[in-house]
């Protein structure tokens, strides 16, 4: 008869003189790494069979065990993995980072961004970016920026001429092409699509002007 993962956390607990909560520790780092959250109360209810684990929760427990899933899943097969896995390489991991999401952007006329720390948006870790918003409208369309996509920026505070940029003016936020006339002392927020006109501050003007960050990437909702 096939066992229960509930009969093998006790099985395991048994073996080692673990308690939950040692399991939770050796949990901890795997689930923050992967951003997968396993609790005190979800680790009691997998341990007294009440509720049965999700595959990628027995994939943290797994790895944090060192035991295979198969076996925390009842099934009678080893312990451990009889296998090296490290050895075949036809498969990898992809990676992933947790990215701040600050709000939206505009892509038409300036909006506020409110800094919502709380959400995050998870994406490759190749992307060395610093936080990322959302993009609201269609003025960057050519750019192939589309509403509702994700814009990763990379703060500083000076682009290069002709570059996409995150654009603080006054309190609103708008994600723009930039271009610098340094010996005019102008500076135009240049749209990708045609029927939006070129935002241009000079003199003065520049005072409320303040660039957040370079665009270098963007993320488009998979459907």
Sequence with gaps: MKKTTSDRLKEY??????????????????????????????????????????????SILGMALGVSEAWLM???????????????????????????????????????????????????SDIH???????????????RILDGDIVFIRKQDMVDNGEIAAVAIGDDVTLKRVVYYPEQNLLILKAENSKYQDMIYAQDQLDQVYILGKAIAFQSDVK
Excluded: W
């Design 74 to 124: 009842g099934y009678d097969v080893p312990m451990n993995h009889s296998l090296d896995l490290s050895k075949f390489d036809n498969i990898y991991p992809v990676k992933l980072k947790k990215f701040p999401l600050l709000g939206e952007i505009a892509c038409g006329k300036p909006i506020f961004a409110n800094e919502d720390r709380e959400s995050y948006i998870l994406a490759g």
């Design 129 to 143: 970016a610093d936080f990322c918003l959302r993009a609201k409208g269609d003025s960057m369309v050519n750019a």
């Design 13 to 58: 607990m048994n073996m080692t003189g673990l308690k939950q909560v040692d399991i939770l520790e050796k949990c901890k780092p795997l689930c923050e790494k992967y951003y997968i959250r396993i609790g005190k109360n979800d680790l009691s209810q997998y341990v007294s069979g009440k509720v049965q684990a999700r595959q990628n929760k027995l």
